[in-house]
């Protein structure tokens, strides 16, 4: 079955970088992409933005360029995030996701919690 | 950015009929599909209707999805409600999430 398998927990300094991990096992890992998600505690979903895994084309949020880089590694069928010049506000559960055809995200990772704290 | 307004919560009572909201904010919520999440506390969402109104299997007939132009909004409906239905729902079109609504069932 289709499967996202994320990186353990992690807490970050403010100013730190953070890399997060997405396995992927169960279909074919560049025929698809994958879309990061976030969640701070109680609150919503914020899209991150996606990556696609055939060729490496980004699109991240307005508000995260800068400081987010998402990459992937075809040989292992592995996605990264890595979110940079960590703030207190970027405390989230960080979620990714296969993207499909229009934009539809699923299945979903587990989530990996970022906390930061000094 | 297109924005996707929802309201913050809704309940009724096991058995009856509720209707989610999740409207745009500019250009037209028919230029891209529209998918429906819930999430569970303490759970990754997982879907309930993707493209406007398709069920992925094991999502029972009880939910569906519309869009009405006219009020650029989408809807998501689900009928003969349960307990286990409780839970937030998110609206999603390409790269925005509706802000998510609370379903209590009482």
């Known amino acids: 079955q289709v499967q996202l398998v994320q990186s353990g927990a992690e807490v970050k300094k403010p100013g730190a970088s953070v890399k997060v991990s997405c396995k992927a096992s169960g279909y074919t890992f560049t025929s698809y992409g994958i879309t990061w998600v976030r969640q701070a505690p109680g609150q919503g979903l914020e899209w991150m933005g996606w990556?696609?895994?055939?060729?490496?084309?980004?699109n991240y949020a307005q508000n995260l360029q800068g400081r987010v880089t998402m990459t992937t590694d075809t040989s292992t069928s592995t996605a990264y995030m890595e979110l940079r010049s960590l703030r207190s506000d970027d405390t989230a559960v960080y979620y990714c996701?296969?993207?499909?055809?229009?934009?539809?995200?699923?299945?979903w990772g587990q989530g990996t919690l970022v906390t930061v704290s000094s | 950015n297109f924005m996707l307004t929802q309201p913050h919560s809704v309940s009724e009572s096991p058995g009856k009929t509720v209707t989610i909201s999740c409207t745009g904010s500019s250009g037209s919520i028919a230029s891209n599909y529209v998918q429906w999440y819930r999430q569970r506390p303490g759970s990754a969402p997982t879907t309930v209707i993707y493209?406007?109104?398709?069920?992925p299997s094991g999502v029972p007939d009880r939910f569906s999805g519309s869009i009405d132009s006219s009020s650029n909004s989408a809807s998501l409906t689900i009928s003969g409600l349960k307990t286990e239905d409780e839970a937030d729902y998110y609206c999603?079109?390409?790269?925005?999430f509706g802000g998510g609504t609370k379903l209590t069932v009482l």
């Open positions: 990556i696609s895994a055939y060729n490496g084309h980004t």
């Open positions: 996701a296969r993207r499909r055809l229009g934009s539809w995200v699923d299945p």
């Open positions: 493209e406007d109104n398709q069920r």
């Open positions: 999603q079109s390409y790269d925005s």
